[in-house]
């Protein structure tokens, strides 16, 4: 059985990387007694398939693994969804389980954006409009990265779908709503808000980083991956 | 106490590796501070990935918050960068579970497995806030607390702790957290200090430095005595009686991050009488305690489902000599343990044998990591000078049965610097490695054996404790006839430890209480996490033993006479001295020592001192377990003694060992 499943990593948690995110996983898996399917080989590993790494340090109220559980395995999609919870480490919440649609591609390739909400330190909602509007009046946005000991330089204007300054319940922060696409190498929160605010040090002005949605292209219609269906431990979010 | 997570949060965004520093582990208590608990802070001086697997600090973590009056929270130290931050914006050390300060608790209670973390204690106790030399401390600080195997020489550290536990916590720390409670209960008055440690030194088992007068005759250590008369004049270890009776840790900690050793770790005994003479954790950990199998069984299953581990470990000093190991590895992929055969087992610490490779073939599944065995020692001779009995013989039935069933890569663990090691020894080495690589030949093209080369450190408690540990120059030239040599040889790699952290260890290992400036020097000259290569320099060490005017060759490359009084003479692992030096005499003139598990009782003082004994599930020596014991066991073999047994199984160990 291929299932798909949606959650949240909101929290101290956040502090894990991607890769542990995936042992969790493994781990939770392993705990409540769900078997899994395994790959075959040397060293057989459990089947699983994570999305779109999230940064470490970055939160995410919609993060999505594919999974395959060993044949003739019945199961209550509810039930799982409950039973993967009651695994998983503190500050992880599962959204949904769903079966996987038969030859929808991986998460990978299917992820056309995500939604982002950052909450800034350090400029006011004034300071932080005037660099949402430079940024967007600009045909090109040019951003020197280092990778592997190579420096380049790209633009990535192009991945900038949507931005705009919002505010949030109880934060006095103003907050970033970002849509980025994931053409290419794509855009890093940090590297954006280092493009937006490039005299300050995006490490002190990236008070909080929370993906809010991914999203998939179905005949022309943009849409969440799955939505969430258990509502996730509230979190207030200013986009959308 | 508040939680300093707030100003915690803004520094992690800028150090490597966060998930070190925010606790949430499956296995995390939620702690429950109040008044009227104690409350301790159990910290390793190393990385969270090297700290949290340790076993010790699991257990007092979960014994400490299952009592009414404590609270137990964990620490580790930070790595550079944090400490750097932490240092800059003022957040003091920290607890990982609730991120309190470090200051704030009743106790700070190190857990110390190695010499060159010393240097660390010093630092998270200064960044706790709290002064580093226990004279300095009032009332309101913690009071620091050494446990751990390097507690048996705490000299080095004595100025900077208040206490020192000897031997296993699982009683002892219910006992200090009574006296503690008292004092709280007192309002911790000026000048209660002093009143509170005197207390504690009269727990059987800890060991206030403070409460003892030392005294020098030039270079010479002339006597350690106690300054009050209800202060015990020699502090002897604790030792659990039953490991039956403490099936901990219940709840493992399953770590968020990677950590060195990310699998269940269940002990399955404690203690080791094989006898090794340069072994301190065989020689402080004595008598030989078994875990009833069942128990064993049923601590696997309750972890895996707990922590979702796929990996277990079954720890010990050595695992193949366990009554119970093929009991339990036959019930770890049943249905018993829910895991259906999805399980893998590592088997650390085993002994050089062919049985043994045979419980590794059955544990490992379809892989074949590598297979690692420690002979310690490259001739015969030099074995027999160290008690480590394995006949070529052993090791190769063990290499061929390894190489046959399938491994290509074996590593050799070996020591250098012994007491009485010639250059023939050393060269042994590769001789051993090179035979070992000629059988796995026959097997397969890519057998190779890797020898890992360390310098000998002679330890306290052992019967080594007397020998001069070689200079850095001489473990450097034999360290290069091993490279060498096995240079000339196909198929055989050398790795080696420096031997210049060799030497540090040594003038930490062997101090007395004039080390104790040269620790501080080291640590205020930026000396922390000596043990990792990058942050390690001796210069620092030699200078700061040079601008105290102690010398180097005194503290570690003297040989010590009987009537030497060792910094350590007043703490007692149980282990006679005259034991200790007629067992040091055996050794200079090759004889070995037969495993007393098996064999009568040589009075090395350990049980008979305690009124304790083995606890052995089986008066049959393992198959194939023949080392040490001097005898024929190829088929189980003859017990002439007896043992205090458990009777919890009709038939006795011993299965027929099949090459």
Known sequence: MKLRVRYSKLGKIRFTSHGDTARHWERAVRKVGVSMAYSAGFTPRPKMSFGLGLPTGGESLAEYLDMELAEAQHADLDELCTRFASGMPAGYEVTNVVLREPGCPSLQEDVVACSWDFALVGPDRDEAAAAVASVLSQSSLLVERERKGQRSVDDVRAAIEALSVTSVADDPRPHLCAVLAMNGRGLRPTELVGALFPALDPIDVTGRVLRTHQWIERDAVRREIIPARAVATRTPVGCA | MTSLWARIEPLLARVQKPARYIGCEDGAVTP???????????????????????????????????????????????????????????????????????????????????????????????????????????????????????????????DFVDLVVLGEGEEVIGEITEVVRDWKASGRTPGSREGVLRELSKVPGVYVPAMYEVEYDGPQLRAVTPRYSDVPATVHKRTVADLADWPYPKHPLAPLTEVVHDRLAVEVFRGCTRGCRFCQAGMITRPVRERPAEQVRTMIANGLRSTGQSEVSLTSLSTADYSGIEQVLQSVNSAECGTNGAVSVSLPSLRVDAFTVGLASQVSGGRRSGLTFAPEAGSWRLRSVINKLITEDDLYSAVESGFSQGWNRMKLYFLTGLPTEQDADTYGIVDLARNCVQIGRRHTNRASVTVSLGGFVPKPHTPFQWFGQNTTDELRRKVQLVRD????????????????????????????????????????????????????????????????????????????????????????????????????????AEHGLEDCRWTPCYDCGVCTGYGIEHVVASPVPPAGGSQGTGQDLARGGEVPVQLLTRPRRDEPVGAEVSV
């Open chain 2, 32 to 158: 429950r501070h109040a008044p009227d608990r104690v409350s301790w802070l159990l910290a390793y001086p190393d990385t969270y990935e090297i700290g949290l697997p340790n076993q010790g600090l699991q257990i007092l973590y979960e014994i400490l918050n299952e009592r009414d009056d404590a609270v137990a929270e964990r620490t580790y130290a930070p790595w550079h960068d944090l400490e750097a931050l932490m240092r800059r914006h003022g957040v003091p050390l920290f607890s990982v579970d609730t991120h309190l300060a470090a200051g704030d608790f009743d106790l700070l209670a190190f857990n110390l497995s190695a010499e060159l973390v010393y240097t660390n204690v010093l630092n998270m106790v200064d960044l706790a806030g709290v002064p580093v030399r226990s004279a300095h401390r009032e009332p309101h600080h913690p009071l620091v607390v050494l446990g751990g195997h390097c507690a048996f020489n705490p000299e080095p550290l004595a």
């Open chain 2, 485 to 588: 040599a096995a240079e000339r040889t196909r198929g055989v790699k050398v790795k080696w430890h420096d031997p210049k952290a060799t030497a540090a260890e040594g003038i930490a290992a062997r101090g007395d209480r004039r080390i104790g400036n040269v620790m501080e020097r080291v640590w205020r000259d930026g000396g922390v996490f000596q043990e990792w290569s990058e942050f390690f320099r001796l210069s620092r060490w030699e200078e700061a033993m040079a601008a105290e005017g102690l010398s180097i060759e005194w503290y570690v490359n003297r040989h010590r006479d009987e009537d030497e009084v060792l910094p350590w003479d007043h703490l007692s692992a149980g282990l006679h001295k005259d034991f200790l030096w007629l067992d040091w005499q055996a050794a200079l």
